[in-house]
């Protein structure tokens, strides 16, 4: 089974409007991250935002929010105030466990166009 | 602040012909780092991690080989590249310990002919 599931098709937002990007997990660890990450066109990837399993607030930063629904699995990405900058590739991510070696693991990503 | 440095940005080589790409981290100390693939349009795959200087997990079974001489430099090598090892190359660093977020280099972009 797929750890980190991003189903969504090519998502679409008008500037200024809020989208929410979809990422559903597996794992059996009770102790885990959730990590969010923006690849533009460019390529590089870009930290945004992180959730730790034990945390009991979801997590925000700037426009960014993470809706962590535990008992469903699901860690959604809130962008809120789209900007044109905000078109890119985003990318769910997870870690398992909390030694050193523990891997993250990426889901397919989803496209975000981001219309004028 | 921590940097972490990745060259060439694009690399065109032919098939059969070696490969080096390196990558270093500056301000921090016994980073954990990382080598990630992605074909055009997909996610990350993970190639190889290392924990410490000398120390290489790989993740896959590919033409691919990974090495850490120094602390805060690691190297994707080949012998041999073939038509599959085409792809956009991603080193990664994070700290050792709980849930820290991985720091992507700038990648490269490799293409073999």
């Known amino acids: 089974a797929q750890k980190i599931t991003q189903t969504q098709p090519g998502m679409f937002v008008q500037e200024k409007e809020a989208v929410t990007l979809d990422c559903t997990y597996d794992?059996?660890?009770?102790?885990?991250?959730l990590f969010w990450y923006k690849q533009p066109s460019s390529g590089e990837m870009i930290f945004l935002i992180y959730?730790?399993?034990?945390?009991?607030q979801n997590a925000t930063e700037g426009r960014y929010s993470l809706n962590f629904q535990k008992a469903r699995k699901s860690a959604n990405l809130v962008i809120s105030a789209s900007q044109l900058g905000d078109s890119a590739m985003y990318f769910c991510a997870m870690r398992e466990g909390s030694g050193a070696n523990s891997k993250l693991t990426f889901g397919k990503g989803i496209t975000l166009s981001v219309r004028p | 602040s921590q940097t972490i440095h990745q060259w060439p940005a694009t690399l065109v080589q032919p098939v059969g012909s070696p490969l080096s790409l390196e990558c270093t981290v500056e301000g921090t100390s016994n980073p954990n780092l990382y080598w990630y693939r992605q074909a055009a349009g997909r996610g990350l795959q993970l190639l190889f991690y290392?924990?410490?200087?000398?120390?290489i997990s790989s993740e896959v079974p590919q033409n691919l080989s990974a090495s850490r001489p120094q602390d805060r430099q690691f190297i994707l090598s080949s012998k041999k590249l073939l038509l599959s090892d085409s792809g956009f190359y991603l080193c990664a660093w994070s700290g050792g310990v709980h849930h820290q977020p991985q720091h992507f280099g700038d990648g490269t972009r490799l293409s073999i002919l």
């Open positions: 959730q730790g399993s034990y945390d009991q």
């Open positions: 794992t059996s660890d009770p102790s885990y991250g």
């Open positions: 290392s924990v410490g200087i000398g120390q």
